[in-house]
């Protein structure tokens, strides 16, 4: 069998008898998080990803799992090639989104953040790099450098050669270390600097937020046209501590924060006198917040009341 046309056209043999049914099943149950994973990471929507799953599915059981020596790589390749075409098209949905765009935030369970690798690569801040690379490039990237999968495997699941998929692989993570966090912190750390940026805010105090903040941070946030949010980033502490102080119909509003974990990072559920308003989650540099990431549109706030199991294997 050739498993990469396989994958590619999506067709495949009879339907599965019943023996074969419970191998494939037992089989896509045993990866699905995994599988999860890597659309999320491609796309940044889990409703998305959610919906790759079942393409990847119904393309699975229509084929004969008995000639498949390695049905973890196989369903990876699927779900990759599935998730490529379905960023093909978020990109143009993109184009279109009112304000900035941000990945869709979820609670994760305890174990996604004692993964160092697996919580940076999940990140709000390191997803939102993600933004601006190419499908290909993206594809490439998570495959390659967040899961280790091997070039020969990376091209078959993109359409590419070994060769040109290794040329992908080195422009997208130069792109990448370029712009990622220029240190790597622990959660101790992060979680310190929410807390200090929480009680700044639920107490109304300027001057507590202009100390945690840095110079040069980023406040992105996201209301998609359905809550409001500022149209383009908003660059500076002073900027961004007023952004969140001031305006009399700020300053009357009683905020609150609980924290939470989110892509297996600190962040806060805010809520605006009694109502939840949004996700916060925050980049941390030198004991410095230096990016906000606020996701207001309610349509990426399905996935906070439960948490999602993530995994790298």
Not at 44 to 56: I, K, P
Not at 215 to 221: D, H, I, K, M
Not at 237 to 247: N, S, W
Not at 288 to 311: D, E, F, M
Request: charged letters at 25%; hydrophobic letters at 40%.
């Amino acid at each position: 069998m050739n498993e990469h046309s396989e994958v590619a056209s999506g067709s495949g043999g009879p339907p599965l008898d019943g023996c074969q049914m419970d191998s494939a099943t037992d089989a896509f149950v045993a990866h699905r998080n995994l599988l999860f994973t890597v659309a999320y990471e491609i796309l940044g929507s889990a409703a998305d990803a959610e919906d790759v799953l079942q393409e990847t599915w119904l393309r699975w059981i229509k084929v004969d799992v008995s000639e498949v020596s390695d049905r973890r790589a196989y369903l990876v390749r699927i779900t990759s090639r599935q998730s490529l075409n379905r960023l093909r098209t978020m990109k143009r949905r993109k184009e279109t989104y009112v304000g900035a765009w941000l990945p869709e935030p979820m609670l994760t369970t305890p174990d996604v953040a004692e993964d160092a690798e697996l919580a940076e690569s999940v990140s709000m801040a390191l997803m939102l790099v993600l933004e601006s690379l190419s499908p290909t490039e993206r594809v490439v990237f998570v495959l390659r450098e967040v899961f280790g999968v091997s070039y020969d495997e990376v091209a078959a699941a993109v359409g590419k050669s070994p060769a040109t998929v290794r040329q992908i692989a080195h422009r997208a993570r130069r792109h990448v270390d370029a712009r990622r966090p220029r240190e790597t912190i622990s959660a101790g750390q992060a979680r310190a600097a929410l807390e200090t940026f929480q009680r700044a805010l639920e107490t109304r105090d300027l001057q507590g937020l202009l100390d945690v903040l840095a110079p040069e941070v980023v406040l992105v946030s996201d209301g998609g046209g359905v809550k409001t949010a500022a149209p383009q980033p908003v660059i500076g502490a002073e900027k961004v501590a007023r952004y969140y102080l001031g305006g009399t119909a700020k300053a009357e509003a009683a905020i609150t924060c609980e924290a939470t974990v989110v892509n297996g990072n600190p962040a806060l559920l805010v809520h605006v006198n009694g109502e939840f308003d949004g996700i916060l989650a925050i980049r941390v540099e030198n004991n410095h917040i230096t990016g906000l990431y606020y996701v207001r549109n309610p349509q990426k706030l399905t996935r906070v009341a439960s948490t999602t199991p993530l995994t790298l294997r």
